[in-house]
Each structure stands twice: as structure tokens, then as C-alpha cells.
């Protein structure tokens, strides 16, 4: 033992006469507090995300915050002409050109796509609570999102959580979004948004990193007036044909079951009411729809749509645009959605029957 004495001393001890046994307990507790302080780090930069982009919907909700930032900084010298609708109105409403045939007014284009009236009237308190007032607002009434069932409104399927505030999640759920999922969406969406929000946020920076249906990009690419160009000026009958098959595939259930007097119509009527009180001027529109997509209906229901759409304007101090009839099959690549001529056919009819009688006397203020 005398002979292994000096060995062991060396090896169980240091120059300074700690154990060993108390260095490795030392390293353990500083390692376990990095990976404390790594936890605590991460944590507290997820919940300060969280709580920044709950701030602000433009920053959970790219479609909003892209419209608004263009929105937002236009000039307010003249009356604003504002409208809210769904993919149809994004590729229909060639809002520059309203300005370019009657300089009178302002016009934007705040098409969505996948959007409904729930989805608008979130949009619309977003807007005036921004400061933004329309002079005229135009508000697109897509039938087929009218659909109301046991599961919720059709546009719960994409108008989710985490593009939503708490004061709003308060607010769908009012309208048949089912609480549990809206609110377990928005409650992740603070507290872990580099999750909940992850494809809005490489969507961002880092767009070609995600396949096209998981991105949130195309709101950037619309022009200064919120609208996007159709994305081809003509179609092939073979096109055509396989284009206006999928509109088909999407839509002919969905009318086949559906019974219009729901909660989105609710939906509609506080939005109607909400901007009464703010001294909005209203007009509901039902889009164009070419001859093959109107055969989707089945018989009476198109224009029982039209008719309590027309009664709901009527009781909130609007007026219902019936525009199913405005254009033709030529004009429209899927029987719903326009080519670029379809939008200027329709922009410039909507412009001489609708914007101009209600701006005739104004000169750069309200109608």
C-alpha cells in the first residue's frame, strides 16, 4: 500500500487539495444550470414573441397585415371605396383601375382567399380600429360560405386560432368556431409560436424552403391597390375544362346540402350593423359566376341566396349588387374566378353602376 499511496493521492486529489469527487460535482451543477438557463432562454423568447405578435394581427395573420401595410400608407386625400371578399374579389376587383376611370375616390382591393362574413367582420374591427374608415364598403357574399353545420361554419376550416387575438377568438366562437380547437390554436400561438406559427414565419424569409400551399406569401405580391393579377391571360380548352372539373370537385357538395340561414348570415348583419353605426356606407355583391359553375346549384337555391341576401341589405340600411350574370364563360378560367379582361369587364361595370352614383358629388370628402 505504501508503494500505490502516492499514486492514488494523484489521483484522487488536485494541486490545490480539492477531491475529485467535488469537481465533479461542481462541473454537474453548472451544467445542469446551462441547461436551465438554455430552457429559461428559450421559454422567455418564445413567450416574448408570443406576446409581440399578439400585439398586432398583421403579424399572426400575413393575408391582413400585408393588405394593411399597403392600406395604411396610401394617401387619405379622397374618399375611400374598400373592399372585402374571397379569392373571386382578389382577382377580380382591379382596384387601380377604379382610380384610373374616376379619380375621385380611393379604392383597395382586400380580397382573401378561403374567407367568409366571419372572416370580414374580424377584418372590419381590425380596420376601424386601425383608424381606417371606408367611405363605401363593398362586401362579397360567397354562397357557398354561408354553409353552417354541427362542426361550425365552413370558413372554421381556415380562419383558425392562431391567426387570431384573444378578443377575437371570443368573437368567431360567437358564431359556431368551436371554442376547445379556436382557443387551444390561439393559446399556442403565444406561448409557442415558433411552432403555431412557423410556416407564416418561414413563409417569410424563407418561402421556398415550404411547398406553395403551406406559404403565406402571396399577399406581398399583390400591386399597390390589394390586387392580384390573374395568373394567366388566357386558358387552352383542355385547361379549362380540367379547371372548371376541380371547381366542380370543390363546390357541387357542399351546395347540394347546404342551408343559407346560418350564423355566417348572423355574421353578415353585425357586420352590416357595425358599419351603420360608424356611418359606412354598405353594399353586399354576389360575384360573377359563368353558366357552368351556376349549374352547380341545385334548382331554386342561387336565387333563394340572392333573396335573403337582398331582405338582409334591405333590414341593415345596404343594397345587394346581384352580379351573378355580369359575365361570361370567356371570361373566367374555372367558371368562378376571372382572367385578367374578365376583371376589367367587371371592375369597370362595378364602377359606372355602384362607385360613381355614390360618390357623384363628392369632392375629396365624405358622399
Known amino acids: 500500500m505504501d508503494v500505490l499511496a502516492p499514486a492514488l493521492r494523484r489521483h484522487t486529489t488536485l494541486a490545490k487539495g480539492y477531491p475529485i469527487s467535488a ?24 413567450l416574448g414573441f408570443g406576446f409581440y405578435a399578439e400585439q398586432s394581427p398583421k403579424r399572426k395573420d400575413p393575408p391582413f397585415g400585408d393588405k394593411y401595410a399597403k392600406l395604411s400608407t396610401r394617401s387619405a386625400d379622397r374618399p375611400l371605396v ?6 373571386r374579389t382578389l382577382l377580380g376587383f382591379h382596384a387601380g383601375q377604379v ?64 391567426r387570431l387575438s384573444e ?35 418561414v413563409s417569410r424569409y424563407f418561402p421556398s424552403w ?45 351546395l347540394a346540402q347546404m342551408t343559407p340561414e346560418g350564423r355566417p348570415l348572423l355574421a353578415l348583419e353585425e357586420l352590416l350593423e357595425l358599419a351603420r353605426a360608424r356611418g359606412i356606407r354598405t353594399r353586399i355583391i354576389i360575384m360573377p359566376e359563368a353558366p357552368s359553375f351556376q349549374e352547380l346549384y341545385p334548382p331554386g337555391l342561387s336565387n333563394r341566396i340572392a333573396a335573403l341576401l337582398e331582405r338582409t341589405a334591405h333590414a341593415h340600411g345596404s343594397n345587394l349588387i346581384d352580379a351573378r350574370h355580369w359575365l361570361t364563360e370567356d371570361d373566367c ?5 376571372m382572367f ?7 371592375t369597370r361595370r362595378l364602377t359606372e353602376e355602384v362607385i360613381r352614383p355614390n360618390f357623384s358629388g363628392a369632392q375629396g370628402g365624405k358622399p
Request: proline share 6%.
Open 333 to 337: 378560367y374555372d367558371g368562378h374566378h
Open 210 to 254: 415550404i411547398p406553395w400551399q403551406l406559404r403565406w406569401d402571396w399577399s406581398r405580391n399583390t400591386d399597390g391597390h390589394g390586387w392580384a393579377t390573374p395568373p394567366r391571360p388566357v386558358a387552352t380548352t383542355e385547361e379549362r375544362l380540367e379547371r372548371t372539373a376541380n371547381a366542380e370537385a370543390e363546390y357541387r357538395g357542399t
Open 340 to 346: 385578367r379582361h374578365g376583371a376589367e369587364r367587371f
Open 167 to 201: 378578443s377575437e377568438v371570443d368573437l368567431v366562437t360567437r358564431f359556431g368556431f368551436p371554442r376547445h380547437k379556436v382557443h387551444s390554436a390561439w393559446r399556442e400561438s403565444v406561448y409557442s409560436p415558433l411552432s403555431a406559427l412557423r410556416f407564416q414565419i
Open 23 to 46: 469537481v465533479r460535482s461542481t462541473r454537474a451543477s453548472r451544467s445542469r444550470f446551462a441547461i436551465l438557463y438554455g430552457v429559461f432562454t428559450v421559454f422567455a423568447l418564445q
Open 99 to 162: 382610380e384610373d376611370e374616376f379619380p375621385k375616390v380611393r379604392a383597395f382591393n382586400f380580397g382573401t382567399p378561403s374567407s367568409g362574413p366571419i372572416t370580414h367582420l374580424v377584418y372590419l374591427h381590425r380596420l376601424l380600429d386601425a383608424g381606417i374608415v371606408p367611405d363605401l364598403l363593398i362586401v362579397e357574399v360567397l354562397p357557398s360560405a354561408l354553409t353552417d353545420g354541427a362542426e361550425g361554419p365552413i370558413e372554421q376550416s381556415f380562419f383558425t386560432g392562431e
Open 82 to 87: 374598400l373592399m372585402l371578399g374571397t379569392s
